[in-house]
């Protein structure tokens, strides 16, 4: 592509670059602090930016640049948005790497499908886009760490695999993610003004790329139109360091911007006061908020679009239904369109609603949006008026922006509404924000008579002082393992990505018949997810315990939920005749109607749950040795590592070892017992004399042993072995041993028994974890190529706390002490693991014809 920038951005875009979007591209590095006001192009400025300089710009700047950008959000609806808005970026340039369907392929506004076709390894001039939310399918991201990646998506998705507990993903799979999402890897933190707790953890979570190390650059991009350096220093993070990017003069005077930056909002305050929470109250300032939303309606002309932000999913709905009842009663043609907007909408709503109140359809009918915080920053959206609730001073401005966004009314008016809680009113009416917040953002808005982004760019920040969980580097290490305790919990990160207020639970309505949904039913669609409210959610499956169901990923069925296992982040299936769900408004808990399920839901592919009852790496569509496997892997590996260069230069050696002998565990009678018994004896006496990686058997596998792990076997029978490594000092065979044992993310760094595990005779005397038993006997490998392991007899000995009698470190110690490793550390580690598995299912999807996983 022979274009220099501005041209490269306008074939994007089709809009001409301000400066600082130019700047953002061409200087070197990336600032750590975007501060612009709202309208004025942030995410195409460091999304293109990133493309110059990861593929365009000179050779010492692309290898440089992270080959993962990670662009974060604070809710959907604006990952939605920023997704479509990279897609068509791609599209346009000709980089897209998969295809693109659109609701008018002329002008290409309105992204409704993208099929993502994975660029191969050796292809490094197409970039993929990936989109992470609740219910949605983010594609092969994963198994492609060498490939350039954007992924889009909401905190809680992001920051949860970040922090090694991915949510809405299984457990097996949360090692790779975090390894992938912490290293080589630019995070831009959008709207950091919404992200509450999320904001100081992005900022530790850097620091501790900092301290910990990690594979390739990293770097942290916060951006905003309110953000401040102080808003960003957190215990491991300073910020007085902070390189920060603003509007310039030069941008200022480029007529589209300042036309924006100028745009007149004229500022009103309503004549009431939202004091407190008694129900008549409440209900006489919903019947105020409702007469001024349509006083201000009748008093202009002609009918106009007006938004209205409320800081509560309860007053929304509570308004929204009062305005109906009203507008229901009129016999008149000036009746406006009524829509609402929150949080607690299925996409599959979400989207009709807010595609109905953007349409032109109906051009000379006007339209009321009554919204929550979903609306108040990113979203591409332009009113004339805007009625909004207090709030804190930053999302106040960005409520703002949704009036008069690009300058083109020269008479637009925002009303706020104060809420001042009596004094004997706790201040629950104020939630999720806080007192001190709200005088900040008042004394303000009471100096001011128009609001236009320039007038507000004059305006001095209010600091206020929040107490907030801040993630420590010690809660990062204890994340690292994935092991459930003992009485099956997690760790709960929660309280490092949202604020104690904003803490949901996603589910999802389905119609079945029978007791209980079929066990191999798809996962959920993002069409059909609809975030609760946990206190809200408990409160229901109390009373519907018997149609609300979780899934087990352990034991591998579906379980009621109880009050020790309903957790932020999680999903659940509820039957469609449970209710709790209005179509129009939204999550309502004490709604006893059936809930229509997604229409969708059969047009979509899901993978099955995965659990650690399955072993699908045994499964294939022809048999396949355990040598032959090891050389496949090790190629494939061979492969990955040449086109990561120089990212794991210095492993390189360690993980093709890895790669070579992950699977000589698969030696064990359990699986070879296993595959033979797929087949009729005529073929059992061809196939009885080798040992087999792969069987050509298409079902499903189950072992005799509930919960054998063949990757444990693999890493004992090397520890017994290690000679074969060669002169290899301890901590590289510990290293191998561990690659080895968690290439499916199911053993990794403790070795324990899981309930329900099949159980030796002896077994007061005998150790036994993941259906390997002390004692088990392995029959001699024979690898190729003068490679032979003898035969061993398993010891588990280093199951135990401690060191042996032989003075010999548990395998916790010496996993502990690679994690620990300042040459290592948590986020190398994890990369490494993953690599390992990457390599594994590339060798057995060109065996299989298809993907392994």
């Known amino acids: 592509m022979n274009l220099d920038y501005q041209q490269f951005f306008y074939k994007a875009t089709r809009f001409e670059p301000f400066p600082y979007q130019c700047k953002l591209a061409t200087q070197e590095d990336f600032p750590e602090l975007l501060n612009i006001p709202t309208g004025a192009g942030k995410t195409a400025g460091v999304a293109l930016s990133w493309v110059w300089k990861r593929r365009f710009a000179e050779k010492s700047i692309r290898n440089q640049t992270p080959r993962r950008l990670v662009y974060c959000l604070p809710m959907r609806v604006l990952v939605e948005q920023t997704y479509e808005s990279v897609i068509s970026y791609l599209d346009r340039l000709g980089l897209l790497a998969g295809t693109a369907s659109w609701k008018n392929p002329n002008e290409k506004t309105g992204l409704i499908k993208y099929s993502l076709v994975p660029s191969q390894p050796d292809n490094e001039t197409l970039i993929s886009a990936h989109l992470l939310m609740g219910g949605e399918d983010a594609g092969t991201w994963d198994e492609y760490p060498e490939n350039n990646s954007i992924l889009i998506g909401t905190q809680d998705m992001l920051l949860s695999r970040a922090l090694n507990r991915g949510y809405a993903s299984s457990r097996f799979r949360w090692p790779l993610e975090f390894g992938l999402l912490n290293n080589d890897c630019l995070?831009?933190?959008?709207?950091?003004?919404?992200?509450?707790?999320?904001?100081?953890?992005?900022?530790?979570?850097?620091?501790?790329?900092?301290?910990?190390?990690?594979?390739?650059?990293?770097?942290?991009?916060?951006?905003?139109?309110?953000?401040?350096?102080?808003?960003?220093?957190?215990?491991?993070?300073?910020?007085?360091?902070?390189?920060?990017?603003?509007?310039?003069?030069?941008?200022?005077?480029?007529?589209?911007?300042?036309?924006?930056?100028?745009?007149?909002?004229?500022?009103?305050?309503?004549?009431?006061?939202?004091?407190?929470?008694?129900?008549?109250?409440?209900?006489?300032?919903?019947?105020?908020?409702?007469?001024?939303?349509?006083?201000?309606?009748?008093?202009?002309?002609?009918?106009?679009?007006?938004?209205?932000?409320?800081?509560?999913?309860?007053?929304?709905?509570?308004?929204?239904?009062?305005?109906?009842?009203?507008?229901?009663?009129?016999?008149?043609?000036?009746?406006?369109?009524?829509?609402?907007?929150?949080?607690?909408?299925?996409?599959?709503?979400?989207?009709?609603?807010?595609?109905?109140?953007?349409?032109?359809?109906?051009?000379?009918?006007?339209?009321?949006?009554?919204?929550?915080?979903?609306?108040?920053?990113?979203?591409?959206?332009?009113?004339?008026?805007?009625?909004?609730?207090?709030?804190?001073?930053?999302?106040?401005?960005?409520?703002?922006?949704?009036?008069?966004?690009?300058?083109?009314?020269?008479?637009?008016?925002?009303?706020?509404?104060?809420?001042?809680?009596?004094?004997?009113?706790?201040?629950?009416?104020?939630?999720?924000?806080?007192?001190?917040?709200?005088?900040?953002?008042?004394?303000?808005?009471?100096?001011?008579?128009?609001?236009?982004?320039?007038?507000?760019?004059?305006?001095?920040?209010?600091?206020?002082?929040?107490?907030?969980?801040?993630?420590?580097?010690?809660?990062?290490?204890?994340?690292?393992?994935?092991?459930?305790?003992?009485?099956?919990?997690?760790?709960?990160?929660?309280?490092?990505?949202?604020?104690?207020?904003?803490?949901?639970?996603?589910?999802?309505?389905?119609?079945?018949?029978?007791?209980?949904?079929?066990?191999?039913?798809?996962?959920?669609?993002?069409?059909?997810?609809?975030?609760?409210?946990?206190?809200?959610?408990?409160?229901?499956?109390?009373?519907?315990?018997?149609?609300?169901?979780?899934?087990?990923?352990?034991?591998?069925?579906?379980?009621?939920?109880?009050?020790?296992?309903?957790?932020?982040?999680?999903?659940?299936?509820?039957?469609?005749?449970?209710?709790?769900?209005?179509?129009?408004?939204?999550?309502?808990?004490?709604?006893?109607?059936?809930?229509?399920?997604?229409?969708?839901?059969?047009?979509?592919?899901s993978k099955r749950n995965d659990h650690t009852g399955d072993d699908q790496g045994v499964v294939s569509r022809k048999w396949e040795t355990i040598a032959t496997h090891a050389a496949n892997t090790l190629k494939q590996m061979e492969t990955l590592l040449d086109s990561l260069k120089p990212v794991t230069l210095e492993y390189g050696d360690i993980l093709k070892t890895a790669a070579y002998y992950h699977d000589i565990g698969k030696a064990h009678d359990v699986v070879q017992e296993a595959m033979l018994s797929t087949i009729n004896e005529d073929e059992k006496g061809k196939l009885n004399n080798y040992l087999w990686a792969k069987s050509g058997h298409s079902g499903r596998i189950r072992y005799k042993r509930k919960h054998f792990r063949h990757e444990l076997a693999s890493a004992l029978i090397l520890l017994q072995n290690s000679g074969v490594l060669g002169d290899l000092d301890t901590n590289r065979v510990n290293l191998i041993a561990y690659l080895i044992a968690s290439h499916h993310g199911k053993v990794r760094l403790s070795i324990r028994s899981v309930p329900g595990e099949t159980v030796p005779n002896n077994y007061d005397t005998t150790r036994f974890a993941r259906g390997i038993w002390d004692g088990d006997v392995i029959p001699e490998i024979d690898l190729g190529g003068g490679v032979n392991i003898s035969t061993t007899v398993l010891d588990l000995s280093l199951m135990e706390v401690g060191t042996d009698e032989h003075g010999n470190p548990s395998w916790l110690e010496r996993m502990c002490k690679l994690r620990d490793n300042r040459d290592l550390g948590p986020f190398r580690l994890a990369y490494l693991e993953g690599l390992v598995r990457i390599a594994d299912w590339r060798a057995s999807s060109l065996q299989e014809g298809e993907s392994n996983e």
């Open 187 to 605: 995070w831009i933190m959008d709207e950091v003004q919404l992200m509450g707790v999320g904001l100081s953890t992005s900022a530790q979570m850097e620091a501790f790329r900092n301290n910990f190390g990690s594979f390739g650059n990293h770097h942290t991009l916060w951006m905003s139109a309110t953000c401040k350096p102080e808003w960003i220093k957190t215990a491991d993070f300073k910020a007085g360091i902070l390189n920060e990017l603003k509007i310039g003069k030069e941008d200022e005077r480029v007529e589209v911007l300042h036309k924006r930056l100028v745009a007149p909002k004229k500022l009103e305050k309503a004549n009431f006061t939202l004091k407190n929470t008694k129900k008549e109250d409440s209900e006489e300032y919903i019947e105020k908020f409702s007469s001024l939303i349509l006083d201000k309606y009748q008093q202009v002309e002609p009918d106009p679009s007006i938004l209205v932000i409320v800081n509560t999913v309860k007053r929304a709905q509570g308004i929204f239904q009062a305005l109906r009842g009203r507008c229901s009663s009129e016999s008149n043609d000036n009746v406006p369109e009524l829509f609402l907007l929150h949080g607690q909408l299925r996409l599959h709503e979400k989207d009709r609603i807010f595609n109905d109140f953007k349409s032109e359809d109906n051009k000379n009918k006007g339209k009321i949006l009554i919204s929550t915080q979903v609306i108040e920053a990113g979203v591409d959206i332009s009113v004339p008026i805007l009625i909004t609730e207090l709030a804190p001073w930053s999302s106040i401005v960005q409520r703002f922006g949704r009036l008069n966004r690009y300058g083109e009314n020269d008479n637009s008016t925002a009303i706020w509404i104060d809420i001042k809680p009596d004094k004997r009113e706790s201040n629950s009416i104020i939630l999720p924000y806080s007192d001190e917040e709200f005088n900040a953002a008042r004394s303000r808005l009471e100096q001011l008579s128009e609001v236009s982004p320039q007038t507000l760019g004059n305006v001095v920040q209010p600091q206020v002082e929040t107490q907030r969980h801040v993630i420590r580097s010690k809660d990062l290490v204890d994340l690292f393992d994935t092991t459930p305790d003992l009485t099956g919990n997690d760790i709960d990160i929660s309280r490092f990505i949202r604020d104690s207020g904003d803490r949901n639970v996603y589910v999802y309505w389905r119609d079945w018949k029978g007791d209980k949904p079929q066990e191999d039913s798809p996962g959920p669609s993002k069409d059909e997810l609809c975030q609760a409210p946990i206190a809200d959610f408990r409160d229901f499956y109390q009373k519907k315990k018997e149609q609300v169901w979780l899934w087990d990923y352990l034991e591998g069925h579906w379980i009621h939920p109880n009050d020790t296992n309903v957790h932020p982040g999680q999903t659940f299936l509820i039957h469609s005749n449970a209710g709790g769900y209005d179509t129009t408004i939204g999550w309502l808990s004490d709604c006893k109607d059936y809930v229509p399920p997604v229409i969708s839901v059969t047009e979509f592919s």
